[in-house]
């Protein structure tokens, strides 16, 4: 096997087994994304209604890609990939959409969703250029991204006696 092979591999593999990846575009931060690997590419839903965002990705644009490890958390391979932008109704789409839909957690929609998607979504494969980035030298650590969402408030002090306080009144009755 030649370099490219393996790198091929090692690529096609940890995409396989992360269903996690941290996306770049060429304007914006890195971003993470739930995908599936779909006949050799990384295939992602976004954009749309309670999807994931998609920033500064676009059709035949280049993007960075880095999986990470699923047990450990640590980076594993970061590669190029181009963007390619699945138009509805095609049989590329299709497919790729029914693997998405088969891995997509929590859909409000359920057997709808592609048709939500074909509508209100994106739907884009990055497939692999073949360059694998070399580890870097340094932490790749970088500081939160601006977000509307909040760290939870203190549990109120009273809080576990009145929990307890009910669990001890069911155990006590028989019926």
Do not use: F, I, Y
Not at 10 to 30: H, R
Not at 65 to 79: A, E, I, M, N, P
């Amino acid at each position: 096997m030649t370099g490219e092979q393996l790198d091929r591999a090692l690529v096609e593999e940890a995409a396989k087994k992360s269903g996690l990846v941290w996306v770049t575009g060429p304007a914006g931060p890195s971003r993470p994304l739930w995908h599936v690997w779909h006949e050799g590419a990384v295939c992602l839903v976004g954009d749309g209604p309670g999807e994931q965002p998609l920033p500064a990705l676009t059709d035949g644009g280049p993007a960075e890609v880095t999986v990470r490890s699923k047990d450990k958390g640590g980076r594993l391979v970061t590669w190029s990939a181009t963007v390619v932008a699945l138009t509805p109704g095609t049989d590329a789409w299709e497919a790729t959409v029914a693997e998405l839909k088969g891995k997509r957690l929590n859909a409000p929609d359920g057997e709808a969703m592609p048709g939500r998607w074909a509508r209100e979504c994106r739907v884009l494969r990055l497939e692999p250029t073949g360059v694998t980035t070399p580890p870097p030298g340094g932490s790749l650590a970088a500081p939160p991204l601006p977000s509307p969402a909040t760290t939870r408030e203190p549990v109120p002090a009273g809080l576990p006696r009145l929990l307890l306080k009910r669990g001890r009144k069911r155990k006590g009755r028989r019926g």
